[in-house]
């Protein structure tokens, strides 16, 4: 019985994969007691982001406790900085990324930057650029041939 090789796409796909997770700050990345189960165990990871020591009390709360429509309202009035929501939430992705695998894409850094940028504006201007100041989003995209914008399986490596 022979061994075949791996198809080209898979080899993409390894390559893509790390790329991602070399992407997930040291300080983000979960301890191996976390990283337990595969796709096919009984184990829930729903109390992960709670119980592995990444997040702190205030960031699970920020990223729990609010709608969205709360958060903006917190964030343009001054009771939450955009750092500290975008700290809480690039955490949590973080998490849900090792546990999950449900990034194509991990922008942290870009996040971070932004969101002191929208501080210093709302400590100097004080008020917020708009009224989705500091909200954090993620974008899903459906990858087709035509698209043009992050890259794709295809072009990784």
């Keep these: 019985m022979s061994i075949s090789a791996p198809e080209p796409w898979q080899e993409k796909a390894t390559i893509k994969r790390a790329q991602v997770d ?3 700050p040291k300080a983000f990345r979960l301890r191996e007691e976390f990283l337990i189960g595969t796709e096919s165990s009984p184990e829930s990871v729903l109390d992960s982001p709670a119980k592995c020591g990444i997040l702190s009390p205030e960031e699970i ?3 729990e406790n609010y709608t969205a429509i709360s958060l903006a309202v917190a964030l343009a009035t001054g009771k939450l900085s955009a750092f500290d929501v975008a700290t809480a939430f690039c955490k949590r992705a973080a ?3 090792q546990l999950t695998s449900c990034l194509t894409e991990i922008m942290f850094d ?3 930057e932004r969101a002191r940028f929208l501080d210093e504006y709302m400590e100097k201007e004080g008020h917020p650029i708009g009224p989705l ?3 954090p989003i993620s974008i ?6 035509s ?3 992050f890259s794709t399986l295809r072009q990784a490596g």
């Design 95 to 97: 998490i849900a990324q």
């Design 61 to 63: 709360a920020i990223t």
């Design 110 to 112: 870009q996040a971070l």
């Design 147 to 149: 698209f043009s914008g």
């Design 140 to 145: 899903k995209v459906g990858y087709t041939e």
């Design 22 to 24: 070399a992407r997930i």
């Design 133 to 135: 100041h500091g909200l």
